[in-house]
């Protein structure tokens, strides 16, 4: 019999006990078969396994494998399912692309039946799903199979992929979740550094509001007033784009200012943990130094830019910013700098922006994440929603348990003092 017929799988569930995976991988071994895959879980008193199984190496005929394999059931209890697999089946013959889809927020009824539903509807399998917060926040990573996905007449399977990719994100707002989707190949490839942009992403929208209300009263009267786009992320913007406008004010006044800003809730104690899990962090913004700068001191950043402006002898700003001068279109440059001096590839590197045309950094890296996207138009791997930045976590793929693990090693984050 060739050798490409001689490929089975196994799949066995049951009530758990001590001994389960030895019992089944031993017959197999004594049958002389190769596992080329495994999958096993337990939870809740409850075991499955899936072995996919080459015979080509026993002489014994299938039948006889079978029977043999079978006898499992009444040593174990288990229920055990084989099937023949085609060779064209074997997982190295599997062509598409597997994605990996992790979905976050707040819990609520037909998440998953909804999710589901649709990948159903595209006829993607999902091969794999696991929860990875339970409770009130609900996070669920799940690994889904794209060789047959449903195309239109005419359309490329590409075309057919980012079709379901965004009705996947539009459902997903529907139901008020954030979601990230990557390729399974990226998904695997290990994260170095973790680039913020500050102004859209970690300072509370409403404390930069504030912010520019204060610092406008410093203006002389005769002045122009600074006032930030519409776009909430913009505002460290706005006073880079109007500089000359500060001539005359004094940085101290700038800074005292600044104090109405706040972190985004939960963002010093991401910062903390993922400096304990290893990565290194760096933040970015068009922001001054004079307001940032208590921002920035922190024993959690590894690499910290803005922009400074230039001051008198009296202390007064000039109107001018000293070089080099941090913009929306350098912010790129910056990323390269500290990529060179970390030696780590693109694909290593998770960015964190708002999606808009300020965050060109976020192209092309190995995982990018916009923050609560107004008019997004960058295409990026994921659209966070959550209110807590700590829950940026979860489409790290990092479970509930390690992240209270994490945590626990760290104190609780202050507030930057005055």
């Not at 006032?227 to 460290?236: I, L, N, Y």
């Not at 402006?309 to 910013?321: I, K, M, Q, S």
Request: glycine fraction near 6%; proline fraction near 5%; charge should be negative.
């Amino acid at each position: 019999m060739p050798a490409k017929n001689r490929l089975m799988s196994l799949s066995a569930i049951g009530l758990d006990s001590p001994g389960l995976v030895s019992k089944i991988t031993t017959r197999v071994h004594r049958l002389n078969g190769n596992i080329l895959d495994v999958e096993e879980n337990c939870r809740r008193g409850l075991f499955s396994i899936f072995l996919a199984i080459d015979f080509s190496a026993s002489d014994q005929p299938l039948d006889e494998i079978r029977t043999s394999l079978k006898g499992i059931e009444e040593e174990t209890g288990l229920k055990i399912i084989l099937k023949r697999v085609d060779g064209a089946g074997s997982p190295e013959q599997n062509v598409g692309q597997p994605l990996r889809v992790t979905i976050l927020g707040l819990d609520r009824p037909g998440i998953i039946a909804e999710v589901s539903t649709l990948f159903h509807r595209y006829r993607a399998n999902i091969e794999s799903c696991r929860m990875i917060a339970r409770g009130t926040f609900f996070s669920m990573e799940m690994g889904i199979a794209t060789e047959g996905i449903r195309t239109e007449p005419g359309e490329l399977r590409t075309l057919a992929l980012e079709r379901m990719k965004q009705e996947l994100r539009d459902l997903c707002a529907r139901l008020n979740q954030s979601v990230v989707v990557q390729s399974e190949s990226t998904y695997r490839q290990a994260k170095k550094i973790v680039v913020f942009d500050v102004e859209s992403c970690l300072i509370q929208e409403e404390s930069a509001q504030r912010f520019m209300k204060a610092m406008n009263e410093q203006l002389a009267p005769h002045r122009r007033r600074i006032e930030p786009s519409s776009d909430p992320g913009a505002w460290a913007q706005a006073l880079a784009d109007r500089v000359t406008d500060l001539q005359g004010v004094p940085v101290a006044a700038l800074a005292a200012a600044a104090e109405t800003l706040h972190w985004h809730e939960g963002a010093p104690e991401l910062l903390r943990t993922l400096k304990s899990m290893g990565y290194k962090v760096a933040l970015l913004s068009t922001g001054f130094s004079c307001f940032l700068n208590r921002f920035y001191e922190s024993e959690e950043i590894d690499y910290a830019f803005c922009n400074t402006l230039c001051a008198d002898e009296r202390g007064c700003a000039t109107g001018e910013l000293e070089e080099p001068v941090l913009t929306a279109a350098t912010k790129n440059e910056i990323l390269e700098f500290i990529m060179n001096m970390e030696d780590i590839r693109r694909e290593q590197v998770v960015a964190v922006g708002d999606g808009s045309t300020r965050s060109r950094y976020m192209k092309d890296v190995g995982l990018s994440i916009a923050c609560k996207p107004g008019e997004q138009t960058l295409p990026t791997h994921g659209v966070f929603s959550s209110d807590h930045m700590l829950n940026i976590l979860y489409c790290l793929g990092i479970p509930e348990e390690d992240i209270a693990r994490y945590r626990e090693e760290r104190q609780t984050p202050r507030e930057p003092s005055p």
